[in-house]
């Protein structure tokens, strides 16, 4: 009895051993599979993205959006007329659209600013997009602050491209001012627009031109990550090539034509075409490049840098309350301190409200 007792478990450890092996991964498993977790992981997540575009009107903004994105964001809007603009303000406009390709979702966001620089007198045309980057800064704040922080709906501006007038020799005295309020806030990344109506010496004479002066006026602009030694040679150049091409002088276009036999997307002239995705004719394929290679970076450093500086001097700059006779008057970080728990106690207090009306419920149910 003893023998077929032990003969069956013996069977049993064998079958179970056969099990174990058949949900094994195949191959090696160790750390060097952490990436592939998280990978997936953000995979099924998904990605979210906001895009700021700040320019005057009639700069191609729109276009530009919708030949990096292969999408339609603007099909519904209506152009004003001289009098409209000279009754226009300032006003940001945000449209969303979810983009998939093999498999990842992207939730992009992009925000025009219509009516900026249309203005004769331009020196608060700024003032609204502080506001508006301020604002989604103080959202994310306050819904960190809060209990339910994983869900947070990420809006900040993870970058703004700042379109530059080909018309002029360099950049113009509100260019200069609206990069020197901005680039503590947001990534901010220059562009010229319509860079097909210049020839190729004026475009390189125009870049040089700009630099020159965003470094005099100590603007900072996105700088691209440098690459690490074990890089490969081919990334390596890729990204010497993209900071070469600062400021990215593009032209947009959502129109295809035939060429030698072939479908691209250009502007057809009465001397020929330009080709969008041709880098002979333009920058489009290196902004793009750029957009999408370093979408993670351009996301990190907004979370490290900009939010960070937000985040503490929001904290610092907390109303000082009244000092109390015979003690120290309270410091701004205790009063942030006791705004939040106030906000955490009030959320808390509707949470176990909504429960208890569940749970009243329920119990309706159960006694009919």
Not at 75 to 99: F, H, N, Y
Not at 179 to 191: E, R
Request: net charge negative.
């Amino acid at each position: 009895m003893l023998g077929c007792c032990q003969t069956r478990r013996s069977e049993m450890s064998s079958e179970s051993v056969k099990t174990f092996s058949s949900l094994e991964t195949p191959g090696y498993v160790g750390f060097a599979n952490l990436p592939n977790q998280v990978h997936r992981k953000s995979v099924k997540k998904g990605f979210e993205f906001t895009l700021m575009v700040v320019g005057e009107s009639g700069l191609g903004k729109s276009t530009l959006v919708d030949s990096l994105f292969l999408t339609d964001l603007y099909s519904e809007r209506v152009i004003p007329d001289a009098v409209e603009k000279a009754k226009q303000t300032v006003k940001l406009d945000a449209s969303t659209v979810e983009i998939e390709e093999r498999g990842v979702k992207l939730r992009l966001t992009v925000v025009d600013t219509p009516g900026y620089g249309d203005a004769i007198d331009n020196h608060d045309s700024f003032r609204a997009i502080i506001q508006y980057i301020d604002d989604q800064f103080e959202r994310y704040l306050r819904d960190e602050s809060g209990l339910n922080r994983r869900n947070i709906v990420d809006n900040r501006i993870h970058c703004c491209f700042y379109f530059i007038s080909p018309f002029g020799h360099s950049l113009k005295p509100l260019d200069i001012e609206f990069m020197k309020q901005l680039h503590n806030k947001v990534n901010i990344v220059p562009v010229i627009a319509k860079a097909d109506c210049l020839t190729k010496k004026e475009v390189l004479r125009l870049k040089k031109k700009i630099m020159e002066e965003i470094e005099a006026n100590g603007i900072k602009i996105y700088p691209l990550p440098d690459c690490d030694s074990d890089e490969d040679d081919d990334y390596k150049e890729q990204v010497r090539q993209l900071k070469e091409a600062v400021p990215f002088a593009v032209c947009g276009a959502n129109t295809l034509l035939e060429v030698k036999g072939r479908k691209v997307r250009g502007r057809q002239y009465p001397w020929g075409v330009i080709e969008v995705e041709n880098p002979e004719h333009c920058d489009f394929i290196k902004l793009r490049t750029m957009l999408i290679t370093h979408m993670q970076d351009l996301q990190e450093v907004t979370q490290e840098v900009h939010y960070e500086n937000y985040r503490s001097e929001r904290l610092a700059k907390g109303a000082p309350k009244k000092p109390v006779e015979g003690g120290a008057a309270p410091s701004a970080s205790s009063n942030e301190k006791d705004r939040i728990l106030l906000e955490k106690e009030a959320e808390l207090r509707r949470m176990q409200e909504m429960l208890a009306k569940m749970q009243a419920q329920m119990q309706q149910t159960q006694n009919q």
